[in-house]
């Protein structure tokens, strides 16, 4: 009797482990170039942003230099 416990027990965690396999499958990997479109757009942001400090600091320095 303890041989069928254990095998049932393998083959149910065997079943569970294949549906979490399943339900999971399309998160791990996902592929860079699937990105969603709000998350380009926020990363579109954030580098024109980027781009605007640049030049506010570069404008900055020049008109620090000009006044010495």
């Known amino acids: 009797m303890g041989l069928v ?3 049932v027990l ?5 079943a569970v482990s294949f549906v979490v396999k399943l339900a999971l499958a399309p998160t791990v990997g996902a592929d860079p170039a699937s990105v969603s479109e709000p998350k380009r757009q ?8 980027k781009q605007f400090e640049d030049d506010a600091r570069k404008s900055a320095e020049r008109a620090d230099v000009d006044e010495h």
């Open 5 to 7: 416990k254990i095998l």
């Open 42 to 49: 926020l990363d579109s942001v954030r580098a024109r942003a």
């Open 10 to 14: 393998v083959l149910g965690l065997a």
